[in-house]
């Protein structure tokens, strides 16, 4: 009786060992930590997005999957969010906003980790991206955001164009730095207006307002959270405001659906948790923009949209 208990106890840790070299556990759910920057509509919608498709891919292979959902407040809170995942052993995390990703990649080199609402990724990683990273981009043509305010606003030779953005998203620098050499190279000037601390956001605009003749804002997660004050500032003194990301402040924009941003990247999730493939294997993924008009926006300020 001793050896029969003997052998079924020494098969039953095998085949406990077999499962936990196989993931046996996690195969008919998973655990997925979001770490999301701040609020804001378009990191929410992105959030949103994620979800819905990774939900949706799961349930379609009859399985279930649950989401630790964090919004971190501040880039120097990512970090504590993230560390929370890796202590939990989450099968993937989802970094929405460049702090998050950069966060998620110093904290694991073995947990999956996808980004989105991030603009470049190259340029965050002076080794190349790591082997577990991989996502989805919102960067969108500069070149044909400039071509489209010069032909909009008449911008000539000699006018003044402001860009505004926080100072502590590396995002916003390289954005600003590739539409002030389109717009340079149109005989445009191009000032940055740039700020630290939200406090101080309505100064800064304030002064852009009585110096430009319209103002540019790339994907900068800060001034878009805050954006309302860009708006009634600059509409009250007439200027026009172009954003990278859409919203209602802008009177055009050449832009993405951020719920289709993270939907892209909810679809990369399932790769990854159903059909085992590897980020390494998964090139950063960006969406065709679309251009919109705020019609109300530009009789507002004399502005004509275009027929076509």
């Known amino acids: 009786m001793k050896k029969v208990l003997s052998v079924i106890l020494m098969v039953a840790m095998l085949a406990a060992m077999c499962c936990s070299f196989a993931g046996c556990g996690s195969s008919d759910s998973y655990t997925v930590g979001i770490c999301q920057l701040m609020v804001h509509d378009s990191l929410d919608q992105a959030t949103q997005g994620f979800i819905d498709a990774l939900t949706a891919e799961v349930e379609a292979a009859g399985k279930t ?116 050499a389109l717009f340079e190279a149109e005989g445009i000037v191009v000032e940055a207006y740039t700020f630290s601390e939200t406090t101080e956001l309505q100064t800064v605009t304030t002064n852009m307002a009585s110096n430009v003749k319209a103002v540019y804002i790339p994907s900068d997660n800060t001034v878009a959270a805050n954006d309302a004050i860009v708006g009634t500032i600059c509409t009250e003194m007439k200027i026009p405001v172009y954003t990278s990301y859409g919203g209602a402040i802008c009177y055009a924009s050449l832009s993405i659906s951020y719920y289709d941003l993270g939907y892209e990247t909810g679809k990369m999730a399932a790769e990854i948790l159903l059909n085992g493939k590897s980020p390494a294997d998964m090139e950063i993924a960006t969406l065709t923009p679309t251009v919109e008009y705020n019609e109300e926006l530009c009789a507002q300020l004399g502005i004509e949209v275009p027929a076509n």
């Open 65 to 180: 999957v649950e989401f630790d959902t964090q919004v971190a407040g501040d880039a120097t809170l990512c970090p504590t969010v993230i560390n929370t995942f890796t202590a939990k052993k989450v099968d993937l995390i989802m970094a929405n906003a460049t702090p998050a990703l950069l966060a998620a990649s110093n904290a694991t080199t073995e947990i999956p980790v996808l980004g989105t609402s991030v603009t470049d990724y190259e340029s965050n990683y002076e080794g190349g991206i790591p082997a577990n990273v991989s996502g989805t981009s919102d960067a969108v043509p500069f070149d044909e955001q400039a071509k489209m305010m010069i032909e909009t606003l008449g911008l000539a030779a000699g006018d003044k164009v402001g860009v505004l953005y926080c100072t502590n998203e590396s995002n916003s620098l390289i954005q600003y730095e590739a539409v002030k």
